[in-house]
């Protein structure tokens, strides 16, 4: 039974392991691009090689030998990086993204998706070499060594090990692990931390307080160093350093040593000095004192034993850090700030998920159904019981919304990588930044948005930013600049990406649409329009079609994506200064805060974010053009209204007085003219069927508590059908809804 | 104040992981036995020790500390074999050299 059971296990877990290893590869790519621009940074180099580790690690258990043979030549050279003997090259940083996107590859296999064929094993075997090269490169040079009586082939490490509080508890023992390393060559002085071991009151005698530096003279290989403590790897703060390490390298390991405040003994502990040495300078500092001079110990053993200042200032800053946390320690019980890793998340099935708002959406209508019956019985007591019972249907769907939403920021991020290969293959220089990237919005939508965000912001950097020369001759600076940036507005997710390129020239565009038929040639429409026509099918203006965009099927496609999420897509442009394209997308697909109003025998409903008041019992205008528009006066205002029944042309007689909605579409207001206001209204949004799709206006549809069916206003696009100009030939149809038509 | 010499702590035939949960409130006690005796010295007599690892000589080097914490000097008397090289094996040839001295003890190691 047990190696059957095993391998269920390893199946079942399978899928976890590849949606983990997937996170790290995305986030290993992110700190790639990160260190591009800061590659020294040792925090970074961390992450980086502790995400190759996990997936190597992860990888062995499930025997998926290609991925840890291969990610294994990764961690090498990550562990040089880290080490600071590798530098960071724009080079190195171009192989290592090519590998992670190998690794990507190589976890796609696992998965049964992807089939190794020749050419890519050819890669790949391409790519270890190149790693190798670039692992053994710079680790290769044996230094001149300091002992002079032996003709050495043996190189100096210094290497300092402070064995994690878990040691003895997980069945190690660091006696056992330095004599095996004694036994790689000669250990000429060993110190052990002595004052980092509690007192014996505060002792726990099976947690480990163990530190050692110490110098090793000795033929092996860094691997076979390092080897020695693969046991307590995880646990333990390994630095095993080159000979003639370099002063940058002794602050490095200063930085990353535990605290300590005493600096002599850091330095000591870091063999920048040796304890003579200390002890030398500690004398002319009490001689200097006794002439009444104060002089800082650091410029002591800098002046009298040569100590690179760069080190003492390590070490004084690491000194001052371990008494500012000591005493900080003691007060709040702090330290530095804890990893993101704390906080804690589960991994849910989206599919469960789904499945349990949409029972929160069923049961949002029998809510709405039995507060109707309750009212409908006059007594106090249910009706109030049904309110509270509302109420708490409220929070459980505001909670539950909130389990699928997830921030912008990790869509945004995968386009650092796509525009800087992207800009590098066309040969200009770009700038991305990006804004607002906690902004959360449902997952569903964030995944759906990805791809026609990715063409926009290709399209931006093929035909928005012009070349460095031209930009120069224009008087701009020779970067270009790309602002991808994200925000909340009524009720709404608002997404820009803004460019400073050379804007959309109207002339060519105009031509363009003469040359296809979009326009009558000769025609010129205004401003708003001719932007317009970009999103029209089958229509482009490069030049010369480039691999990324350019054939045409880009901009429609781009629309009606964005359409289909209850989305609005709006563009503009000044000619020489650059381009902004504004998406607007419904926060969340399920369900949404409603004002229900009646016209005739119809019922429909305005999303209660775009409601910003509501005008009961008001005459009607009394001029409607054809379209039912008009105007009607709001506090010494001109508010442009329009009248649904007109719009839609629907039945049902017409009472005296009506009422007006007043709704936002962005940055216009506008009035609607109903007959009835039913007030506020929680619903769930059914969508419409896909005969539907192309009622314009209307964004989805919801059942009433007493089963009728209202259909759910697209506000933006209801303001848009309203402001066109009479006579604007209609490029879609136009249907009139009626009730029971929603699917 | 007692004539008598303060008791001498015997190290255990085991220093290791597996005895030190026993062994430190035992320690504890004894340590505060001998602060209380007024002297300058705590005799700890090493002569049985035959198994040592790194959990017990880590807790060998706190008690070190806590007795110069409260102004005694540890005497090792005749540490065995296994103990010395269980100590040379984690760089602590000089705290036990000190640990055995007489004179004075140069502390550089713990300074």
New interface residues.
Partial sequence: MKPNSEVDFVAEALPAFISEAEEQIEQLEQLLLQLEDAPEDAALLNALFRCAHTVKGSAGIFGLDAVVAFTHHVETLLSRLREGLVKLTPELSTLLLRCNDQVRTLIEQARGAQEDDEATQATRAALVDQLQAASGLQAAKPAPVAAPQVADTRRRWHVSAA?GAD??RNGM????I??YV?GLGEVP????D??A?????R?D??S???T?E?GLLSEAKREQIEGAFSFVRDDCQLHVIQPAATTAEFADLIDAMPDNP?L??ILVAAGAIT?AQL?QGLRAQSAAAEQGLNTPLGQLLSDTVGVAPAVVDAALKKQQRSQRSLSAGVREGGGTAAPADDQRFIRVQANRLDDVINLLGELVIAGAGAALLAKQTKQRKLVEANAQISRLIEEIRNGTLQLRMVPIGETFSRFRRVVRDTAAELGKDVALELVGGDTELDKSVVERIADPLMHLVRNALDHGLEPAEQRQAAGKPAQGKLVLSARHEAGSIVICIRDDGRGIQRQKVLQRAWDRGLVEPGVVPDDDAILRLIFEPGFSTAEKITNLSGRGVGMDVVRSNIEALRGSVMLSSVEGQGSTIEIRLPLTLAIIDGFLIGVGNSKFIFPLDAVVEVIANRARPEQLDSRGRGVVELRGQVLPVVSLRALYALEGDEPARGSVVVLQAGNRRYGVLVDQLLGQHQTVIKPLGRMFRSLRGMSGSSILGNGEVALIFDVHSLCQMAAEPSGQPQDRSRTTPSEGLAS | MSEHAPATLKLPQELTIYAVGELHPQWLAWLAEASTQGREEAEVDARAVDQVDAAGLQMLVSLQRSLADRGLRLRLQEPSEPLRQGCRALGLCEWLAAGMADATPTEEAAA
């Fill in positions: 064995f040691t003895f023992d660091p006696l056992t330095l004599n004694r002085r060993m110190v052990c002595l004052p071991v509690p007192l014996l009151d002792l005698p099976e480990c307080h163990l050692f110490f005493r002599g003994d304890l002890q």
